[in-house]
């Protein structure tokens, strides 16, 4: 486990322990913002899929729930630092062959799609630049792991500066974007057309 995440493990852990396995104790909002993301990041998914994901940062598995729910065939494999989430996920969703949970910072295998909501956000006390390389580290990974493609959320630089904190990491959606095209695939959609301060890229490895 890369040592350079040990404060934001610690950050996370200690939500779930306030909060339960709830949209709170992963430090979202509300339940219905961290569906809205859900519908995002799988935008590119249909509905009799039987492709498997990698939830990169599962949490207590929320995402895990959202993807039986509608698109019921396809494999799971949650991934998250803070071995409280996945001891919570474990307790309410269980393991099969086709679901599983790891406490890791990747996945043990490439699977054909990694998905990521809201690992990009809790910087800390990193500045831009050191934060910036933490994501690009973790983005070629995404790629490493991928057979089809990836995505990820980010907040967005365009929130309002008075909204804005300096623990969160505000991310520019332009020099992502340019980044996933030039170095990943020619096939890559932002999506920045949703009510939250954030926005969504997938990069899909074939059109
Ligand atoms: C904002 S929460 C979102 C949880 C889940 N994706 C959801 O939307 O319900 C972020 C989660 O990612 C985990 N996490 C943060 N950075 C990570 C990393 N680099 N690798 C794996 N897990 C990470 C945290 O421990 C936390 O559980």
């Not at 086709?98 to 490439?110: N, V």
């Amino acid at each position: 486990m890369k040592s350079e995440l040990d404060d934001i493990e610690r950050y996370y852990s200690a939500k779930i322990a306030e909060h339960g396995p709830v949209a709170r104790g992963v430090d979202w909002k509300d339940e219905a913002s961290q569906t809205l993301r859900f519908d995002k990041l799988s935008a590119a998914f249909i509905p009799d899929s039987t492709d498997d994901v990698a939830d990169w940062g599962c949490g207590y598995g929320a995402y895990c729930g959202y993807l039986s729910g509608r698109f019921p065939r396809m494999g799971y494999t949650g991934i998250d630092i803070s071995a409280e989430m996945v001891e919570a996920a474990r307790a309410s969703l269980g393991e099969t062959e086709r679901r599983r949970f790891l406490q890791a910072d990747r996945p043990d295998r490439p699977h054909d799609w990694c998905v990521a909501s809201g690992i990009f956000n809790v910087r800390l006390e990193r500045d831009d630049a050191s934060w910036l390389g933490v994501i690009h580290d973790i983005i070629d990974l995404m790629d490493a792991h991928s057979t089809k493609g990836f995505a990820f959320n980010a907040l967005t630089s365009y929130s309002d500066a008075d909204k804005q904190r300096d623990y969160l990491y505000y991310a520019s959606p332009e020099d992502l974007f340019a980044r996933c095209k030039s170095r990943y695939s020619r096939f890559v959609t932002l999506l920045h057309d949703y009510d939250l301060y954030e926005f969504t890229i997938i990069v899909r490895k074939s059109p």
